[in-house]
């Protein structure tokens, strides 16, 4: 069910529920006015009761003819009042009482004509005083009935109204509930996620799930990650092939060196095999060794720099990571008459990174700083626990022609270069920063043109357990 027709279920239940709670309450104030206005009718029959026996009392006191036909016409009008308001009082005290009430008033007028007519029998005057307080306690029970019933109508009303409010509150409670669970939170989710992904850490959301447009859009957003994350992996393999680029050439001059050493060796070799000592022969056959080795080292280097690796990380040595990153440059930095200094700190807090992707972010920096001294200069390398003690703190600096200060702001933008086309693709920095980010770290540049540049990358301490082991060491120094 969609989020649109959950809330507009939702809204209708309360609506209706409130719409009922309304009638129930106004058919009860209907109720209870209709209820007093017949209560009022019948303080008019309890005034006819009360006339009668005012004209009772005084044909009892005088026995004159006026106090007779007082008596008399007080008894018609009562029965005429009741008469009239018969269907009042039935649906009031009920036909059983109407009916009662009727024959008190007949037997009060039988008693009143008896008198009256001069046919009066002991006791007719007692009788007839206890039929008129007969009467009179009829007529007040009924109103007194009556207003108890409304009373108990009230406090109904006011119970079934606390109630209802009672009932709203957690009603709406548990909806605002339900709500959050299913909209707030998730919203929430995927908002941090989605910063998650703005600060390069590719996470898909778990847990959500359902056919409303909550999880297609959180099924959606991790199709999208999966899909950043992919081509993030691309960017950063095109980055590196960007610098295996750079490397190539050195390395290639680099090897000549060796091969140049084997062929020397092997000419030496042929020319005087016949005149060479066993001992002699064996040294030449190490020494051809040794430049085989030093050859596969180098070729080592380059393709374990090249090689398409995961996103695991380990608790690891900077230190190790910028020397050896450094070693891959060095034929760069002598053919380019620079001079490397490399300060490391030892030992350095373990950082928990992916070696091969901090490497790749060094090879970045160290080639564009061979870019910018054409002419030779000094790189500065340095590495050390930060000031705050929760980083480490890597610091490349060069002596080359520095950047100017409006173009600072974009030197981590994709695609951004200062060399002339053909020079470079732009990505080197940007992949790097995108790497930084997502082992938790900042990476920044500070320079100033003609004085060189100083790019600053921060990692964070690894805290964790003894469960998280070293960067396992090549013994060549490969790796």
Known sequence: MSIKRKLLLTLGVGLAFITLLGLLYYYNLVTIRRRLLLVEGMDDLGAAVGEVRRAEKNYLLYHDSTSARELADQIRLLRQAVQDKTPDLISLAGADSVNSLDRRIDQYATLASRLMGGEEAAGDADQLRETGQALDRSSRSIVRAERGRIQRMIVTSHRTLLLSLIVLLVCGT???LIVTRLIVAPLRRIERATRDVSEG????????RGHDEIGRLAEAFNHMVHRIEKHQKELVQAGKLASLGTLTSGVAHELNNPLNNISMIAQTFIQHRTVLTEVEQVELMDEIEKQCERSKEIVHNLLDFSRVRGSERVASDVGQVVERSLKLVQNQLDMAG????????????LVRMNPHQIGQVLVNIYTNAIKAMPRGGMLRVESAPGADGEHVVVAVSDTGVGIPPELHPRVFDPFFTTSDVGGGTGLG????????KRHGGTISVASEPGKGSTFTITLPIHTGGSDDEREPQDPGGGR
Do not use: N
């Not at 850490?201 to 778990?206: G, M």
């Not at 200094?341 to 030992?347: I, Q, V």
């Open 174 to 176: 548990a909806g605002s």
């Open 201 to 208: 850490r590719f996470s898909p959301i778990h847990g959500i």
């Open 338 to 349: 620079i001079v490397a200094e490399l300060k490391t700190t030892d030992p350095l807090p």
């Open 429 to 436: 920095l940007s992949v790097s920063y995108g790497i930084i």
